[in-house]
């Protein structure tokens, strides 16, 4: 917490007197120290789970929760990472745990191109829905995406189907009194017309899914896009849907923001006969 809280004063401090470059640096600096402290419960918690069974519900909703909140401290240190940085500046963190990246960015109804946010290179990101958009007109938001390099939930229940790609949180932070640090968590809930498209590489070569298959030759394998419901402490599919789909990474349609995963579904290819 004191970390987080050097962070937000360096912020909240420019007086006028210092330039706003330095007080990029020293902000990104408290940042980097800040995640440090955060990977570092992280990891110690992945393993105290990884030495021992959970034994209880009330175990593994425990672990989770912590599991939990050292994300969401994560995703604010990211977010305020970029309280002085210029509109469309990106910014990356790399941990043991963790790769961190967070984009500042001023929504513009009248722009019709949504590019992808997150990490640079690759396939990896995040298309915000039109109508956040639209809604957010005008005003500046940060969208951070953290891709977890362990696993750091523990379902409470037996439907821990296998991970086909590594798990990522990712969130859109706005400010709703004028602040240059955009702190607050913007919950917006979209509609399957207009989903969040969240785009997750496949983590293993040998376990990417065959999109070539005859009908009526039996069972195959077809991702499944799920995320982790804090409630529930478990990986759930409501809400989203496998928006598209290539050999190496699977876009997932989601009315929602959390921690999202790929997992391995059967599925039984029926024809529609039309007469």
Not at 75 to 90: K, V
Not at 179 to 206: G, H, K, M, V
């Given at each position: 917490?004191?970390?987080?809280?050097?962070?937000?004063?360096?912020?909240?401090?420019?007086?006028?007197?210092?330039?706003?470059?330095?007080?990029?640096?020293?902000?990104?600096?408290?940042?980097?120290?800040?995640?440090?402290?955060?990977?570092?419960?992280?990891?110690?918690?992945?393993?105290?789970?990884?030495?021992?069974?959970?034994?209880?519900?009330?175990?593994?909703?425990?672990?989770?929760?912590?599991?939990?909140?050292?994300?969401?401290?994560?995703?604010?240190?990211?977010?305020?990472?970029?309280?002085?940085?210029?509109?469309?500046?990106?910014?990356?963190?790399?941990?043991?745990?963790?790769?961190?990246?967070?984009?500042?960015?001023?929504?513009?109804?009248?722009?019709?191109?949504?590019?992808?946010?997150?990490?640079?290179?690759?396939?990896?990101?995040?298309?915000?829905?039109?109508?956040?958009?639209?809604?957010?007109?005008?005003?500046?938001?940060?969208?951070?995406?953290?891709?977890n390099k362990e696993e750091i939930f523990v379902p409470?229940?037996?439907?821990?189907?296998?991970?086909?790609?590594?798990?990522?949180?990712?969130?859109?932070?706005?400010?709703?009194?004028?602040?240059?640090?955009?702190?607050?968590?913007?919950?917006?809930?979209?509609?399957?017309?207009?989903?969040?498209?969240?785009?997750?590489?496949?983590?293993?070569?040998?376990?990417?899914?065959?999109?070539?298959?005859?009908?009526?030759?039996?069972?195959?394998?077809?991702?499944?896009?799920?995320?982790?419901?804090?409630?529930?402490?478990?990986?759930?599919?409501?809400?989203?849907?496998?928006?598209?789909?290539?050999?190496?990474?699977?876009?997932?349609?989601?009315?929602?923001?959390?921690?999202?995963?790929?997992?391995?579904?059967?599925?039984?290819?029926?024809?529609?006969?039309?007469?």
């Amino acid at each position: 917490d004191g970390a987080i809280e050097l962070i937000g004063e360096i912020a909240d401090s420019n007086d006028g007197n210092t330039s706003l470059a330095v007080l990029n640096e020293q902000v990104q600096a408290a940042t980097l120290s800040a995640i440090e402290v955060l990977d570092k419960i992280l990891s110690r918690l992945r393993t105290s789970v990884s030495r021992r069974r959970m034994q209880s519900t009330t175990e593994a909703e425990s672990t989770n929760g912590i599991a939990q909140d050292v994300l969401q401290r994560t995703e604010i240190c990211a977010s305020t990472a970029l309280t002085f940085a210029d509109t469309g500046e990106t910014v990356a963190f790399e941990s043991p745990s963790q790769s961190i990246s967070a984009t500042k960015i001023v929504a513009d109804s009248e722009d019709s191109n949504r590019p992808r946010l997150g990490p640079a290179g690759g396939e990896e990101g995040i298309v915000l829905p039109q109508n956040l958009i639209d809604s957010q007109s005008g005003n500046p938001l940060t969208v951070t995406f953290v891709k977890n390099k362990e696993e750091i939930f523990v379902p409470s229940n037996s439907r821990n189907r296998a991970r086909e790609s590594k798990s990522v949180s990712t969130t859109v932070f706005a400010s709703s009194n004028g602040r240059r640090r955009l702190a607050e968590q913007l919950s917006f809930e979209s509609d399957a017309c207009f989903p969040y498209l969240i785009t997750l590489e496949l983590s293993n070569a040998s376990l990417r899914f065959n999109l070539d298959f005859e009908f009526d030759a039996g069972n195959y394998s077809w991702p499944s896009c799920e995320f982790w419901s804090v409630g529930q402490t478990e990986w759930d599919t409501s809400g989203c849907f496998v928006y598209d789909i290539s050999n190496t990474s699977v876009t997932c349609g989601c009315t929602h923001l959390t921690t999202f995963s790929v997992s391995k579904d059967e599925i039984l290819p029926e024809t529609n006969l039309l007469t």
